[in-house]
């Protein structure tokens, strides 16, 4: 594992935003990704994993192809350059008017070039609205792809290396300290000494193969993550190669069962398992997977804990759903079912982002984005959604005249 690292200096100005948006709300984007440099790995990690690393290959048809253990390849699709659009370009064309243009996500990835670590980062958060971010990979999203843990432990712990260069220390981006559960002596080396460096959380893939969350042999990583006060996140499609189906509907099918359904085993093992009863200051979100199968969810675990009551095992203190409330939190970018069953999940344990600068988020439209769903909840519930429960779970400042509302 990499030595921990000088203080880093930074590629991007720690200035305060200028907001195009949203200027009634704190808004902290619980859900953006960054494009890390080719060498995000190879430049960070030991010589003898470096033929193993994910990369890009070239076919004899000239189609560029993404590779790397433990998943098939995956052609890229980039935006031809006739119908590109570069983003300077795009928010010039608002001028004075209110009305954003919107986004043709029919062209594919048109804004590809966007989401680095420089300053055009913070133009893209201002021009949005956004105040903080919480900063997931997207390359890095393979560091649990290969069946082998030694590998996966070598890739998180490099990952978060060029993390700590890139962000370290900046007031508005906060990345993700990546951890391999599958050893689990190292991963909490790795948490710890993620929280020495000023981490904000932890991110593991929901599915580990092999092993599930509510077992005991998980106890240290939970155990390590209470005493550093580090949340543990789960982002949709991590862990398993996402793009399993394939043929008519595939693109769908992908989407819905093998990304955005995965969230749901973790949330349920770690809410009927009695880990919260041992480990009481524990808190996890799931990230970009909605949260409009949560009121089905937590209904289910409680009818469950009900009807098999002469098997389930151990006893609780608590219905599942009481410590998803407690613990638990899920972001969404718009969806719609999570907002009309809101009172049935709880408004203090969702959390919202943009998905910068992937093309199913709400990035650049942030704002008209957020009017869709909160138009009948207050002020104060949507304050609480936009940024001021994200504040509280990864411990961001928050300007003392935007804590009104907060519980």
Known sequence: MAAVLDPPSKTAPDVAPDKSALKDYFVVSADGHVNEPLDVWSARIEPRFRDRLPHVK????????????????????????DESVAVSAFIETVGDSSERPALDKTKGAMFQNQGGFGVDRYRDMDYDGIDAEIVFPNKGLTNWQSPDPELNVAMCAAWNDWAFEAFGGHSRSFPAACVAPADIPAAVKEIERSADRGFKFVMMPPLVKGASYNQPVFDPIWDSLSQTGLPVTFHAGTGKDPRTASGDGGAIINYVVHAMNTVLEPTVQLCSSGVFDRFPKLNFATI?????????????????????????????????????????????????????????????????????????????????????????????????????????????????PATAGRA
């Open 288 to 400: 970009e997977a909605g949260a409009g199968w949560l009121p089905y969810a937590l209904w289910a675990m409680d009818h469950g804990q009900d009807c098999f009551a002469f098997w389930v095992s151990p006893q609780l203190k608590y219905k599942p759903s009481e410590y998803f409330r407690m613990h638990g939190h899920a972001s969404f970018e718009t969806d719609p079912v999570g907002i009309e069953l809101l009172a049935r999940i709880g408004v203090e344990n969702l959390l919202w982002g943009n998905d910068y600068p992937h093309v199913e988020g709400s990035w650049p439209n942030s704002e008209k984005a957020i009017k869709s769903w909160s138009k009948d909840l207050t002020h104060e519930d949507t304050a609480k959604i936009v940024g001021l429960n994200a504040a509280r779970l990864f411990n961001i400042p928050v300007p003392a």
């Open 58 to 81: 070239v076919d004899e048809r000239g189609r560029k192809w993404f590779v790397a253990e433990g998943i098939r390849p995956s052609m890229i699709r980039e935006a031809p350059r």
